[in-house]
């Protein structure tokens, strides 16, 4: 039998049109030309071979410099977020098998763990070494959103590449950006979709504000762009939003509710926006393109090379795309019997449609009753005042918790309209909840913020306590 040589990121940069195309961050600018040929490690890429190695920088381009280099190389890429807690580091190694830090920190950061550390960054330089047999690496991804020591997801590149598909020629050229960090899922979709494609990548940077990232981004000439809907939130509410003119606009990571998916219509009304389920686990579900919150109830009733279904009320994927399986010695099974993974993510079906409607660990009981509060959220939302809102418990001697809700206000509705403006417009959210949630739905308080906090990675900052 053939030997069949792994596809690897290097080799097909390698082997595509790179003319012109490049990784940009706030403080560099990579030509793709130079990283095929190139190297940004300390050491020869060989003395990695085959091993199991954490990526563990501080810089994105570092980290991307790295996982190009590596993977066919290294058999295991282990990808470190930024925010990934110090303490959580040791375990992680020790799970992952990890070998070798590869690093643009001081390696003194990585003493108490034991391990060599290679150093990598800018700029890169003519790889001399001889080329040697690939490998077929795995890529390691944390979880987020999760306590204590995050789960470890090993992909395959085909698998994080299985939806990916050969984009039609343009005239304009293809420039992709992302608001995640590509050391989540969600951005590592979004690099490996510009690597794949004839397509240069701007980089986000944890400490821009987000009026120097748009104009960044503009300077770049972004054509499309991914975030998620706490991300596309605060941009329209930004006053430089229209900076940029993307051609096509992505949401992903959270429920995309009709408000903000019309909001980006009317703030960018020449740009293409779709929305993208995907998780770490399961990888890309489906694309929605209609312009609609939710997605066709067709698409759990028909076929493709995805199939979900709907059991105890959250969807269930079985995937080509999805993880191959958890890693670690304790690690739980990752899909049942039938090769379906539990997303956890909770959907009901109206007509011929299916909504999101939260996450089955997010739920608050009132007196017995079950609410999620991105389903509060989305009807908040849609009041013409409202650009953004998060819904929690709070605790109650009789009801056990009762629902309550944090708004943030469109730029265009004025402190000084009058007194008692801030109780009129509450009693006007209260009233439309009333008009549409049960009453137990229905939050007691609203107050108004000027800002709501979201995670490192794009999502709002819950806490159901």
Same mark, same amino acid.
């Given at each position: 039998m053939a030997h069949t040589r792994p596809r690897t990121l290097g080799g097909i940069l390698r082997g595509a049109g790179l003319t012109g195309r490049r990784i940009l961050g706030v403080d560099a600018s990579v030509s793709l030309d130079a990283i095929?040929?190139? @190297?940004?490690? $300390?050491? %020869?890429?060989? @003395?990695? $071979?085959?091993?199991?190695v954490l990526i563990a920088t501080d810089d994105q381009m570092t980290a991307a410099l790295a996982v190009i280099e590596l993977d066919g190389v290294a058999r295991r890429m282990v990808l470190s977020p930024p925010d990934l807690r110090p303490d959580y580091?040791?375990?992680?190694? %020790? %799970?992952?098998e990890v070998d070798a830090i590869v690093s643009d920190r001081d390696p003194g950061t990585f003493a108490a763990i034991g391990k060599p550390v290679v150093g990598c960054g800018l700029p890169v330089a003519a790889y001399e070494g001889a080329p040697s047999e690939p490998c077929a690496t795995e890529w390691v991804l944390l979880t987020s959103g999760t306590t204590g020591v995050p789960k470890m997801v090993v992909h395959s590149l085909d698998g994080l590449t299985a939806a990916i598909t050969t984009p039609p020629p343009r005239e304009r050229p293809t420039v992709w950006a992302t608001f995640y960090d590509i050391r989540r899922y969600g951005g590592l979709q979004i690099f490996l979709r510009a690597m794949l494609g004839d397509s240069s990548l701007v980089l986000s940077h944890a400490g821009e504000t987000i009026v120097d990232h748009l104009h960044r981004l503009a300077a770049s000439g972004v054509t499309h762009i991914s975030g998620t809907p706490s991300h596309w939130r605060r941009t329209i509410m930004c006053a430089t939003a229209n900076a940029i003119a993307p051609d096509y606009i992505r949401l992903s990571g959270e429920i995309a509710d009709q408000a903000i998916l019309n909001a980006l219509? %009317? @703030?960018?009304p020449d740009a293409a926006i779709g929305h993208a389920y995907a998780s770490t686990e399961a990888g890309v579900g489906f694309a929605v393109d209609d312009g609609l919150e939710g997605f066709p109830a067709s698409l759990i009733e028909g076929g493709g090379d995805v199939s979900m279904k709907v059991e105890d009320g959250s969807l269930r994927i079985r995937s080509p795309r999805g993880a191959d399986r958890y890693l670690g010695r304790n690690a739980e099974p990752l899909t049942d019997a039938d090769g379906f993974i539990d997303t956890g993510d909770m959907i009901e079906r109206r007509g011929d449609r299916f909504y999101f409607v939260g996450r089955r660990g997010g739920i608050i009981n009132v007196g017995g009753l079950k609410v999620h509060p991105e389903e509060v959220e989305a009807v908040i939302n849609r009041h013409q005042g409202v650009r953004m809102s998060l819904v929690k418990a709070r605790k109650s001697p009789i009801m056990g918790s009762i629902v309550v809700a944090e708004v943030v206000l469109n730029d265009n509705q004025p402190a000084a309209s009058g007194e008692g403006w801030d109780d009129a417009l509450k009693d006007e959210i209260i009233h439309l909840c009333r008009g549409t949630l049960p009453q137990h739905k229905v939050p007691a308080t609203i107050r108004f913020v000027p800002a709501l906090t979201v995670t490192a990675a794009g999502k709002l900052a819950r806490d159901h306590a």
């Open positions: 095929a040929v190139g @190297t940004s490690l $300390a050491v %020869d890429r060989q @003395t990695l $071979a085959g091993r199991s580091l040791a375990a992680i190694v %020790d %799970d992952a219509h %009317d @703030t960018f």
